[in-house]
């Protein structure tokens, strides 16, 4: 009974709509065309001009405060000095003893 339910639930999801099994890929390309011009294009220029138009560009660098937690090294970094992140950037990142200048 329960097999018989299932392939009935199965034909009905596998006759509606554009499916890759049937061998058309049309009309699934036209979808993913119409879905991508119309719901991502604009939904990245949304998130652009949400960022870059409505967004604060100057921020202020925060006051460093010594948490030691924060800055353990229990074994230098592989590169450069070894107490340098492999990202990192002189007007955001601290180091232990405080922002380089």
Do not use: Q, T
């Not at 097999?3 to 009905?12: A, I, K, P, Y």
């Not at 993913?32 to 991502?40: E, G, M, P, Q, V």
């Not at 939904?43 to 924060?70: D, I, Q, S, T």
Request: hydrophobic fraction near 40%; charged fraction near 20%; glycine fraction near 12%.
């Amino acid at each position: 009974m329960a097999s018989r339910f299932g392939n009935l639930v199965r034909r009905g999801f596998a006759s509606h709509g554009p499916s890759a099994s049937a061998g058309d890929h049309g009309e699934g390309v036209k979808l993913w065309k119409k879905l991508s011009f119309f719901l991502a294009l604009p939904g990245v220029a949304l998130c652009w001009v949400n960022a870059y138009v409505f967004g604060e560009h100057e921020h202020e660098r925060p006051e460093f405060k010594p948490y030691a937690h924060l800055y353990i090294r229990n074994k230098p970094f592989p590169w450069g000095d070894g107490n340098h992140g492999l990202f990192h950037n002189k007007a955001v990142n601290a180091l232990p003893d405080g922002y380089e200048e």
